[in-house]
């Protein structure tokens, strides 16, 4: 099994790079934990996916719904919508667009900052703005939208409101996520 | 742009014209296998602050820490507690990328971290009236603490102003960055003493987050598990889980424990003439031969710990020569064998030290041993980094 994770964006400041010396480490620390099995409020059924927005609330999609927790876990709010096939992924723009990927439907969704669904983009295939089993989403710079088209074997980008910019093509790969380097935004 | 088909675990950066910047090793220098097996997939991927970048693993419920060009360090096991996960799935950092939230798919759970940059220590000497049973991270501060007990009479450690007491006390002393800076008493099971024979000698999971800690107790020919719990923000301490092993000292004697089959229970290990086996929880009724190793067995077993990577490392030790440690696998097979540089009788790990082989330098445990100039009191020594 091949796995390609992409990073698109600039990783890696000089200073960055001077302060990762050999002898240092990470010490984790656990924080808090939140939610638990169940259709309820601020239950899960299977949670895959976590986003956080501008102003720190956190949402979480499990098998058919997105739920909005403030920072500290306390539930907020939840949305969901009929056009969700199977949702696996989501991310979150600077504006607060909401964008969902759905690998079965081979879309992807949009929900405005008020959890209004917006629109959908994509459909199966492989041509042009076109997906099949799209993976994980990154919101980039200028607010394009990445979304790893698995069956594909490529990363397509697009433009904030859907419109195909471009593919980034990995011919035999096994593309399961991608992460956008904010430091690397805007250059 | 790159793609390269042979490789099988691998995280690359581009730029955003789909240029190959650089990739991430995801090899551990210290290891020669794969630090992600083939079994497991690395799901998802996020950017925490100063450049460093954590990916979920799923099938292997491990988190991994990367620099932008190495694997750097890991935590996480199978289980249902804080820090322990059933397949943790996307992960996401807040805008400040000072805390992350992982999806724990199985567990129906989001759970939350922060994390600090530490440098490494160079370990140190300290002196305690009473035994070293057992290393780990007890408190929680990333930083490798030892257990000691004392029986009938108080540690010298304590402070004077506290109520004699008869009954056995053990407590943790906390080793930061060489120096003892605070003692934690040990809530010990009501009916147990803490034990006079006490052999196992690690932590069982989590032990870089340092959430949970085993400690095995023996009273007679029986033996009890007791799952022992810090809270790193409350710091509560109390027994978490009690288990009795069903275990008979015709099975040999417990030397050491870790969890080798990643199943989320602490396994023990048993030395029995020339062979080693473990017994496996969470019932301990299965036994496995652990296979690879000498005929000869190099030494007593020791001490073994898990170093972050895949294998558990188990060291023997005999007389004053210097101690082997072995590398044992998930299959219970027992791959390289490498000489560390301690004579002295090694009572506990934790931690990392380098250790020199075939011209690389490696890292392994620290060790803490006993000094026999000192007479009267205990001076144990700390070996290393961390």
Known sequence: MKMLFLLMGLFLLGSSEGVLAKSLTLKPKFLFQFGKQGSNKGEFVGPKDVAIDLSDRIYVLDEKRIQVFVSNGIYLA????????????LAIGRLGNIYVTDIEANCVHVFNKDFQYMQKFGSTGNGEGELYCPRQIAIGESENVYVVDWHNERVVKFNSVGGF????????????GLAVNPEGVGR | MSCRKNKENWVQNYDFQGNLLSEILTKSESHEQDIISKKSVLYDLTFYQGGFLIGSIEYFNTIHLYTPTNYLTQFGAYGNYPTQFKDPAGLTVNPQRDKLYVCDYKNNRVQAFSFELLTNSNGGNFIVNGGVYNSGDFTGDGCGDILVYCKGKKPNWLSAEDDEQTMAQAAILNVDHDELEEIIDIALPADWLFPGSFKVQKTLLGNSLGVFNSLVFCKGKQFKIARYWVDPLLIQNEVQE?????????????????????DGNLDLILTQKQSVRVLLGPDYTNSQEITGLPKKLPGRVRAMYHEGYQDNVLVFQKGKRPAQGYFINSNFVATVGLQIPVTQRIRAMSGSIPVTQKRRTITMGSFMYQDPKIKGKRKF??????
């Open chain 2, 381 to 386: 020594k700390v070996v290393g980094p961390r």
């Open chain 2, 242 to 262: 009690e288990k009795q092993i069903p275990i008979s000292f015709r099975m040999g004697h417990i030397r050491a424990s870790g969890d080798l089959n990643y």
């Open chain 1, 78 to 89: 939840e949305f969901s919508s009929t056009n969700f096939v199977r949702p696996y992924a």
């Open chain 1, 165 to 176: 910019l471009t593919n980034f093509v990995f011919p035999g790969s096994d593309i399961w």
